[in-house]
């Protein structure tokens, strides 16, 4: 018989050659950080009482002013307080022929507060009084309350302006404050020209705005 041949393998494709190793790109370097300038808030600020700064003086005043009901009570009153001066003015208008006047710090007489009285007759003559509970209370014997003009009289009413200074003189007078929100207030008017008994009252608060008046440059 004829020899056995071997059996032929079948040849293998070579393997493919390796590939290239690739390389990430570096991820890019951190951005530089950044800082934002810091915002200064505006702010205003009102002072009760005059400030220096630097060369220059603020002048600061409040302003109020108070109307009743002429059915109510016949009364009108007007506030100005310069902190700058350190005086208070005060514009009061009732009726002719009897006595009228404010209270202030106060809405009822139980509290005893400091009162501004004009009486009834054609040259009015002012009063300062701390009331008493239900009772007239005393008159006040220093002088801190001073007319400004002549009372004027128009529809009616009579006008008054008044100027004091802001700080009390002594016991039983009342301090003025610029800085405050508002000033309790009680009103009346009388039944004569003397002061007496009151015919009508009413009390309220007087509300206040504060303002700078101006800039005033020292020297």
Do not use: C
């Given at each position: 018989?004829?020899?056995?041949q071997?059996?032929?393998?079948?040849?293998?494709?070579?393997?493919?050659?390796?590939?290239a190793?690739?390389?990430?790109?570096?991820?890019?370097?951190?951005?530089?950080?950044?800082?934002?300038?810091p915002?200064?808030?505006?702010?205003?600020?009102?002072?009760?009482?005059s400030q220096?700064?630097?060369?220059?003086?603020?002048r600061?005043?409040?302003s109020?002013?108070?109307?009743?009901?002429?059915e109510v009570?016949?009364?009108k009153?007007?506030l100005?307080l310069?902190?700058?001066?350190?005086?208070?003015?005060?514009?009061i208008?009732?009726?002719p022929?009897?006595?009228?006047?404010?209270?202030f710090?106060?809405?009822t007489m139980?509290?005893k507060?400091?009162a501004?009285?004009?009486?009834?007759s054609?040259?009015?003559?002012v009063e300062?009084?701390?009331l008493g509970?239900?009772a007239m209370g005393?008159?006040?014997?220093?002088?801190?309350?001073q007319?400004v003009?002549?009372?004027?009289r128009a529809n009616?009413?009579?006008?008054?302006?008044?100027?004091?200074?802001?700080a009390a003189?002594?016991a039983g007078?009342?301090?003025?404050?610029?800085s405050?929100?508002?000033?309790?207030?009680?009103?009346?008017?009388g039944m004569s020209?003397?002061?007496?008994?009151?015919?009508r009252r009413a009390a309220?608060s007087l509300?206040l705005?504060?303002?700078?008046?101006?800039?005033?440059?020292?020297h």
């Amino acid at each position: 018989p004829p020899p056995l041949q071997p059996k032929a393998t079948p040849m293998q494709p070579p393997p493919p050659p390796p590939s290239a190793p690739t390389t990430a790109a570096p991820p890019p370097p951190p951005a530089a950080p950044t800082t934002a300038a810091p915002v200064a808030a505006a702010t205003t600020t009102l002072e009760p009482t005059s400030q220096a700064n630097g060369t220059t003086t603020i002048r600061h005043k409040a302003s109020g002013e108070l109307a009743f009901k002429h059915e109510v009570v016949p009364m009108k009153v007007g506030l100005d307080l310069d902190a700058d001066t350190g005086v208070a003015t005060i514009r009061i208008e009732g009726p002719p022929g009897v006595w009228f006047g404010i209270a202030f710090g106060a809405t009822t007489m139980a509290q005893k507060p400091y009162a501004i009285i004009l009486d009834g007759s054609d040259d009015i003559q002012v009063e300062e009084r701390q009331l008493g509970m239900y009772a007239m209370g005393s008159k006040l014997t220093g002088v801190s309350v001073q007319k400004v003009s002549q009372e004027t009289r128009a529809n009616g009413m009579v006008a008054v302006e008044l100027r004091r200074p802001l700080a009390a003189a002594g016991a039983g007078y009342y301090t003025f404050d610029p800085s405050a929100a508002s000033i309790d207030a009680m009103v009346a008017v009388g039944m004569s020209q003397a002061f007496g008994y009151h015919s009508r009252r009413a009390a309220d608060s007087l509300k206040l705005m504060q303002s700078v008046a101006g800039l005033v440059q020292t020297h």
